[in-house]
C-alpha cells in the first residue's frame, strides 16, 4: 500500500494527441472529419530535433534571424546559407482512423502489414490467430506537408456527385499508401467514393487542431536557438502539463525529422 494514492495521470483529464502514422507498406483507411484543413507554419531545429510553432514574420526570432542572414549573404541562394532554418507549411485535420486491425487480448493495437497480420502481437507475444479484425475507429489528427494535403485538394475537385459538384472529402473514406522510407518515402492517396457510409464522431471526440504544436513566446525560441533544450524551457515554465506535451511531441519528432528532411531536399 502507498502512503499517497496518487492517479497515473495525476488527477487530470489528459487525452495524448494521437497522429495518423504513415509507414510504408500500411495502407491506411481514414475519414476525413473536417470541412477545412487547418494550415500553420513551423521551424524545425536540426540541433534540437524539434519542431516549433512560427510566431510570423516581425514576431518570430527564427524568421528575424534568417531575415538577418539573407541580408548578410546577397550573393548566395538562400539553400547555401548557413545556419537559416526554413519556415515550412503544414497542414492538420482531423480524421478517423478506420484501418483494419486486430486487438491483442492486453488491447494493443496491432496492425497488418503487406496485408499479413501477424501471428502473434510484436509487443506483448500474445497469439493473433483466432483473432478477428475490426476497424481501428480512432479519431486521430492528420499532420503533413503540401504534397499530400494538396493530393486531396485534387480528389476534392475530381470526385462529383450527379450534378458535377465537388463531394465533400468528409462524405467517404480516403486510403493513404506510403511507399519507400525516409527521404525516398511518397505517399498516394486513394479515394473511395463509394465507401460513403454515414459516420458521427462527437465533437468532443475531435482535437482542437489549433493548440496542436508547440507554442514558443520569443524569447523561449531565442533560448532554443541559444542551445536550450525545450525540456528545460518546459520546466522554467513550472507548468507539468506542458510537460506532458513533450513527452508526446517527441514521439512524433522521428516523423518530423522525416518530413523536414524531405521538404528541404524535395525529389
Ligand atoms: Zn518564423
Given at each position: 500500500?502507498?502512503?499517497?494514492d496518487?492517479?497515473?495521470?495525476?488527477?487530470?483529464?489528459?487525452k495524448?494527441?494521437?497522429f495518423?502514422?504513415?509507414e510504408?507498406?500500411i495502407?491506411l483507411?481514414?475519414?476525413?472529419?473536417?470541412?477545412?484543413?487547418?494550415h500553420?507554419?513551423?521551424?524545425?531545429?536540426?540541433?534540437?530535433?524539434?519542431?516549433?510553432?512560427?510566431?510570423?514574420?516581425?514576431?518570430c526570432?527564427?524568421?528575424?534571424?534568417?531575415?538577418?542572414?539573407?541580408r548578410?549573404?546577397?550573393?548566395?541562394?538562400?539553400?547555401?546559407?548557413?545556419?537559416?532554418?526554413?519556415?515550412?507549411?503544414?497542414?492538420?485535420?482531423?480524421?478517423?482512423?478506420?484501418?483494419?486491425?486486430?486487438?491483442?487480448?492486453?488491447?494493443?493495437?496491432?496492425?497488418?502489414?503487406?496485408?499479413?497480420?501477424?501471428?502473434h502481437?510484436?509487443?506483448?507475444g500474445?497469439?493473433?490467430?483466432?483473432?478477428?479484425?475490426?476497424?481501428?475507429?480512432?479519431?486521430?489528427?492528420?499532420?503533413?506537408?503540401p504534397?499530400?494535403?494538396?493530393q486531396?485538394n485534387?480528389i476534392?475537385?475530381?470526385?462529383?456527385?450527379?450534378?458535377?459538384?465537388?463531394?465533400?472529402?468528409t462524405?467517404?473514406?480516403?486510403v493513404i499508401?506510403?511507399?519507400?522510407?525516409?527521404?525516398?518515402?511518397?505517399?498516394?492517396?486513394?479515394?473511395y467514393?463509394?465507401?460513403?457510409?454515414?459516420?458521427?464522431?462527437?465533437?468532443?471526440?475531435?482535437?482542437?487542431?489549433?493548440?496542436i504544436?508547440i507554442r514558443?513566446?520569443?524569447?523561449e525560441?531565442?533560448?532554443?536557438?541559444?542551445?536550450?533544450?525545450?525540456?528545460?524551457?518546459?520546466?522554467?515554465r513550472?507548468?507539468?502539463?506542458?510537460?506532458?506535451?513533450?513527452?508526446?511531441?517527441?514521439?512524433?519528432?522521428?516523423?518530423?525529422?522525416?518530413?523536414?528532411?524531405?521538404?528541404?531536399?524535395?525529389?
Amino acid at each position: 500500500m502507498s502512503f499517497a494514492d496518487i492517479p497515473e495521470d495525476g488527477g487530470k483529464e489528459f487525452k495524448p494527441n494521437q497522429f495518423v502514422k504513415i509507414e510504408a507498406g500500411i495502407p491506411l483507411r481514414l475519414r476525413i472529419l473536417d470541412k477545412k484543413a487547418l494550415h500553420t507554419e513551423k521551424h524545425f531545429l536540426p540541433s534540437q530535433r524539434v519542431s516549433v510553432l512560427c510566431l510570423g514574420d516581425d514576431v518570430c526570432p527564427i524568421c528575424i534571424n534568417n531575415q538577418k542572414l539573407i541580408r548578410a549573404n546577397p550573393d548566395v541562394g538562400p539553400r547555401q546559407i548557413k545556419g537559416l532554418i526554413f519556415r515550412q507549411n503544414r497542414y492538420l485535420v482531423n480524421v478517423l482512423n478506420r484501418t483494419l486491425v486486430k486487438r491483442s487480448p492486453s488491447g494493443n493495437v496491432v496492425l497488418s502489414k503487406g496485408g499479413q497480420f501477424p501471428s502473434h502481437d510484436p509487443n506483448t507475444g500474445e497469439l493473433l490467430v483466432d483473432i478477428q479484425e475490426e476497424p481501428l475507429d480512432r479519431v486521430e489528427i492528420m499532420e503533413r506537408g503540401p504534397t499530400l494535403f494538396s493530393q486531396l485538394n485534387a480528389i476534392m475537385s475530381q470526385v462529383t456527385d450527379e450534378a458535377g459538384n465537388p463531394r465533400p472529402l468528409t462524405a467517404y473514406d480516403i486510403v493513404i499508401m506510403a511507399t519507400g522510407h525516409g527521404r525516398k518515402m511518397t505517399t498516394n492517396v486513394i479515394p473511395y467514393p463509394n465507401n460513403d457510409d454515414e459516420i458521427t464522431v462527437p465533437e468532443e471526440d475531435k482535437y482542437v487542431l489549433e493548440t496542436i504544436g508547440i507554442r514558443l513566446s520569443p524569447d523561449e525560441i531565442t533560448k532554443l536557438l541559444g542551445g536550450v533544450s525545450l525540456r528545460d524551457i518546459f520546466e522554467q515554465r513550472r507548468d507539468a502539463e506542458e510537460a506532458d506535451i513533450l513527452v508526446e511531441e517527441e514521439a512524433i519528432v522521428g516523423d518530423a525529422v522525416k518530413e523536414s528532411i524531405e521538404t528541404l531536399f524535395p525529389n
